[in-house]
């Protein structure tokens, strides 16, 4: 069973940075990372989960929501079993629990991951 852990959330002037990673474990022996297209979403209070960004189990495939292309970038490091979603330019309209979730296979919906985070918090706020 695929365990994430995400971590470096945290309060943030609007304009600044934060990256997260997730950390993946509980692998086994025929799946490791690289089978596995990780998704970060996020959900505001009294807001619907949202698909922030997607990368495919290679990396050689990422997509973005309109709200965030330009300003963040998802990467992956199967080596270190990590995937990271650089945030640059933050808005308070980012504020929210981020999540990553992962799936074998090609990035798909929310309701297509099996595996999630417990989340971490972003608060974009002066």
């Not at 470096?8 to 950390?23: A, D, E, K, N």
């Not at 979403?41 to 290679?58: D, H, L, N, T």
């Not at 929210?96 to 985070?117: E, I, M, T």
């Amino acid at each position: 069973q695929l365990q994430l852990v995400e971590s470096g959330g945290g309060l943030v002037q609007p304009g600044g940075s934060l990256r997260l990673s997730c950390v993946a474990s509980g692998f086994t022996l025929d799946y490791t990372l690289d089978y596995y297209a990780i998704g970060w979403f996020r959900q505001a209070p009294g807001k619907e989960r949202e698909g922030v960004s997607c990368i495919s189990s290679s990396g050689g495939s990422t997509n973005y929501a309109d709200s965030v292309k330009g300003r963040f970038t998802i990467s992956r490091d199967n080596a270190k079993n990590t995937v990271y979603l650089q945030m640059n330019s933050l808005k308070p309209e980012d504020t929210a629990v981020y999540y990553c979730a992962g799936r074998r296979g090609s990035c798909s919906s929310a309701r297509d991951f099996g595996s999630w985070g417990q989340g971490t918090q972003v608060t974009v706020s002066s």
